[in-house]
């Protein structure tokens, strides 16, 4: 792959079936060079296969398509002419969206009620003459924000305290042209992630209502009338729960959550679990899954019947689970699709399962699992292979020096060798790298270089001690865990180990920074929206004021320690640093202050920042900027590699 590549590359959402499992629907997200903008359509495919893939709609931003359980409605969000998405709804035997909502900030994705009369959402609330709604008062002009909280900003999104997420809800059973939604939560808190009960009379979401809410990431589960009066609180403020999802008899409610049981915030190394709670008897939800090796992808559960379907990281791969939700049959998890590849989405309807997947030569596609196998009904990755051909992944396994296994990957270029290599070190750090087809890893090696990547521990996958084993040391054992990773690698006689650089973002531009003030085994680095000094991070950063307790410690000589800025005059290897000037997870003085002490004393140091972008810059920028950035990190590595 080239840079320019990414405008071949197709990304999917969530898809949704007919109640019947025949048809099943999708958006489909590509990166539009010559606009510089983002494009997405829906597409509508036949589950049986009979038919080829077919384009529904040909607006230039559709997306969260969701079809109504009579199977007569399409609902999904549409964004005009850079307009902020509303909710829209059309026919499926034919005929011309017509919108549900003209809200301000937009709509959320719709949530069809069962009887499919209406749809509930959530929607942000701005205040009066704030973000547009008087065109006589620019952003500039607008009233000062008091802040009585931590909570009061996010990277991507903006300010919060200003603009509540609410539920709404909008009826079309009387096909009005132009409905109004009401509204049915108010006040200083946010909802999310709302959902039905079967008989349609409550709806569940998400809250922080708890006296002490601005100090965690603690979230109950709540429910609520469709008139919206008086919620009631189901959870005991005791975790962090998201996507409630009711059972089949309506009788509970489950949850992905995590349990922050230590008495910390909870942001590093916390297994997310599937959770159910009964509505008759609130509480303490009860723990469906192993709280030590089963760890939940951000996808919603899908209950059938007397088992759930929920989606799991497992050592790269992404699978889908079947999690029974009776009381001795805890922990007793199926997998129903897994092997070297990521579902990143599914649906079922009609003892169907259409699911998203991804793996090293296949960017995302939709398959229908039969018979315990996968069929896949579309070729969205044609359209990249016109113009490149994918690399495979090589499994890497490599022992740390307590004799610790490390799993990890390899993308080489083609030819026999030896290639510059690059280590590339992932963010999070409770995350991973898998099985899928990594932008990243194709566009380095298409430029000739072999790229080292793996999960240390710290990252997510590989069961909670896995993740824990940094927490309050993270510097140094994860970096004994890379290098033991890549001096694996630099074993193959492809791999060239006099010519090695290192790379990495958000966590792994941290690492990245205390690699190379600590070691001179590498002949350039590339540094990016990272963290580098703990103490300026706490303040400035939108998740400080807990994260960097939690992942380094509480105290200011650990964060001393453990702060890459503290090691800045040992760096002897050129450095790129790489940031976004509206990065508000790892804000802009972090990179500032790194360039700074490097400058001072004519190290070999740039520093490219990138207008307009957050710390999502890698995955959602702006196209030109992501391809802009892509050649940058090329250029910086043939400079000292070649």
């Known amino acids: 792959m080239k840079p320019t590549d990414i405008a071949h590359l197709i990304t999917l959402g ?18 539009d060079l010559a606009e510089d903008e983002y494009r997405s359509q829906l597409w509508t495919i036949a589950v049986d ?6 384009r529904l709609t040909h607006a230039t931003n559709d997306s969260a398509p969701r079809l109504s359980p009579d199977g007569t409605l399409l609902a999904f969000l549409r964004a005009e002419s850079g307009a902020k998405p509303q909710l829209h709804v059309m026919a499926t035997d034919g005929g011309d969206p017509r919108p549900l909502t003209d809200l301000p900030l937009g709509a959320g994705s719709p949530v069809w009620a069962p009887d499919s009369r209406s749809i509930a959402f959530v929607a942000r609330v701005p205040e009066a003459r704030r973000y547009g ?6 952003p500039e002009e607008e009233p000062p924000r008091r802040i009585t909280g931590l909570q009061y900003r996010l990277d991507g999104v903006g300010f919060l305290t200003d603009r509540r997420q609410h539920i709404y809800v909008v009826d079309i059973e009387d096909r009005d042209p132009a409905p109004q939604p009401r509204q049915l939560t108010d006040g200083d808190t946010d909802e999310t992630d709302v959902s039905w009960s079967p008989d349609g009379s409550r709806l569940a979401f998400v809250s922080a209502r708890h006296p002490r809410r601005e100090h965690d990431l603690i979230r109950d589960v709540f429910i609520i009338g469709p008139d919206g009066a008086d919620p009631i609180q189901l959870t005991d403020s005791s975790l962090m729960l998201a996507s409630p999802t009711f059972t089949a008899d ?7 959550g995590e349990d922050p049981a230590t008495g910390n915030n909870g942001w590093v190394a916390h297994n997310t679990g599937l959770w159910t709670v009964s509505i008759d008897d609130p509480g303490r939800p009860r723990r469906l899954t192993d709280e030590q090796s089963v760890h939940l992808s951000e996808a919603q559960p899908v209950v059938i019947g007397a088992r759930a379907l929920v989606l799991a990281e497992n050592r790269g791969a992404v699978e889908l689970l079947s999690i029974p939700l009776g009381e001795s049959d805890s922990g007793d998890a199926v997998i129903v699709a897994g092997g070297r590849q990521q579902i990143t989405g599914f649906d079922v309807a009609a003892d169907t399962i259409v699911v998203i997947l991804t793996d090293d030569l296949t960017g995302a596609e939709v398959a229908v699992l039969r018979d315990g196998k996968q069929q896949r009904l579309t070729d969205f990755t044609a359209r990249l292979r016109e113009h490149a051909r994918p690399l495979p992944i090589t499994e890497i396994t490599a022992a740390a020096p307590d004799g610790y296994p490390v799993h990890g990957f390899l993308v080489q270029p083609e030819g026999a060798g030896p290639h510059p290599t690059l280590l590339m070190i992932h963010g999070g750090p409770f995350a991973a790298y898998g099985w899928t087809l990594f932008d990243e890893a194709q566009v380095y090696a298409g430029a000739g270089y072999a790229v080292v990547y793996g999960n240390p521990r710290g990252s997510s996958g590989y069961g909670q001690a896995h993740g824990e084993y940094i927490v309050h040391d993270v510097g140094e054992r994860s970096a004994s865990d890379l290098f033991a990773l ?21 966590h792994g531009g941290y690492m990245t920074t205390w690699l190379v003030g600590h070691s001179d085994r590498f002949r350039a680095a590339v540094s990016e929206r990272a963290l580098n000094a703990i103490d300026s991070f706490e303040g400035a950063s939108d998740i400080g004021w807990g994260f960097g307790d939690d992942l380094y410690g509480p105290d200011p000589e650990q964060h001393r320690r453990q702060s890459p800025l503290t090691y800045a005059d040992a760096i002897n290897t050129p450095v790129l640093i790489i940031h976004s000037e509206q990065d508000w997870r790892c804000p802009l003085e972090q990179a500032q202050r790194l360039y700074v002490a490097l400058r001072k004393r004519d ?6 920042l990138f207008p307009g972008e957050g710390h999502e810059l890698s995955r959602s920028g702006l196209p030109s900027h992501r391809v802009i950035r892509f050649e940058a990190i090329v250029e910086w590595f043939d400079r000292y590699l070649r």
Not at 23 to 31: D, E, N
Not at 250 to 256: S, T
């Open 14 to 31: 969530r898809p949704t079936l007919s109640p019947d499992g025949r048809t099943a629907v999708v958006a489909a997200q590509r990166a």
């Open 49 to 54: 296969g009979s038919s080829a893939p077919r």
């Open 133 to 138: 709604q008087d065109e006589k008062i620019t």
């Open 250 to 256: 309506g009788a509970a409610v489950l949850a992905r």
């Open 486 to 506: 890549l001096d694996a690698a630099l074993d193959r006689v492809e791999l060239d180990s006099s010519r090695v650089g290192v790379l990495g973002g958000s």
């Open 603 to 608: 190290a070999p140091v740039e520093m490219l």
